[in-house]
């Protein structure tokens, strides 16, 4: 089967995590081999030790490209929820993938940041208004929003299902699914 790595970029508690695990579930349903390659997770291992600096964060989403592309040029779904909040670090991502002639998707998961921020998942947008932490993504560090994704995901207007229906419908116009 044909691999690929699908990116979800987007502000923490946009969606990202839930709807990879969501699309995951579906496309293993169908016979596929996945691999969801979550942030918090990669950050206890492959990325322990880094912070949220700009050069930190950078090397992160390279660090996590480098290992998606490996699987997606193997048969894998590489499913990636991980804020990559820089264009430049996204586009090196993809030149990559470009380079090996990997299929590669971006996908961005376009809640607005005063939804996200009553979401609030893990309590890090109440923990900035409280002044106990700085440098969070969309509120007082930087997210530049993908000027041309392969999809957005308008998440405040949508369920958790209708969101995954049109991830699946994305791969499956690319013949990846
Ligand atoms: N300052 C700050 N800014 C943004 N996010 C923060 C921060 N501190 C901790 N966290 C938590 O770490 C998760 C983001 O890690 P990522 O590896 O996805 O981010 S990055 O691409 O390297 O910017 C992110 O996970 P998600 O909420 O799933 O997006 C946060 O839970
Ligand atoms: N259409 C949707 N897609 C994804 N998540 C949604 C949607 N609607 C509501 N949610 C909720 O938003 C929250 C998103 O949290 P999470 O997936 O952890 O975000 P992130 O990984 O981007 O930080 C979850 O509680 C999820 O149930």
């Not at 508690?13 to 691999?35: F, I, M, Q, Y």
């Not at 600096?53 to 193997?74: C, K, M, P, W, Y």
């Not at 995901?153 to 419908?169: F, G, K, M, R, W």
């Amino acid at each position: 089967m044909t691999g690929a790595t699908i990116w979800l970029t987007g502000l923490p508690s946009a969606g990202k995590t839930t709807l990879a695990h969501e699309l995951a579930g579906r496309l293993r349903g169908d016979g596929h081999r996945v691999e969801v390659l979550d942030g918090d997770e990669i950050r206890e291992f492959l990325s322990a030790g880094l912070g949220f600096t700009r050069e930190d964060r950078h090397t992160n989403v390279q660090r996590i490209g480098f290992v998606a592309e490996l699987l997606a040029s193997n048969g894998v779904k590489a499913l990636v929820p991980v804020i990559a909040p820089y264009a430049d670090s996204r586009e090196a991502v993809r030149g990559r993938h470009q380079s090996e002639g990997t299929p590669y998707l971006e996908v961005h998961v376009a809640t607005p940041v005063e939804v996200c921020s009553e979401r609030d998942v893990k309590g890090l947008y109440a923990k900035q208004a409280a002044g106990e932490i700085s440098g969070l993504t969309g509120v007082d560090d930087p997210y530049e929003a993908p000027a041309s994704p392969d999809l957005r995901i308008e998440s405040h207007t949508q369920t958790v299902q209708e969101s995954a229906a049109a991830l699946h419908a994305l791969l499956t116009e690319r013949g990846l699914a």
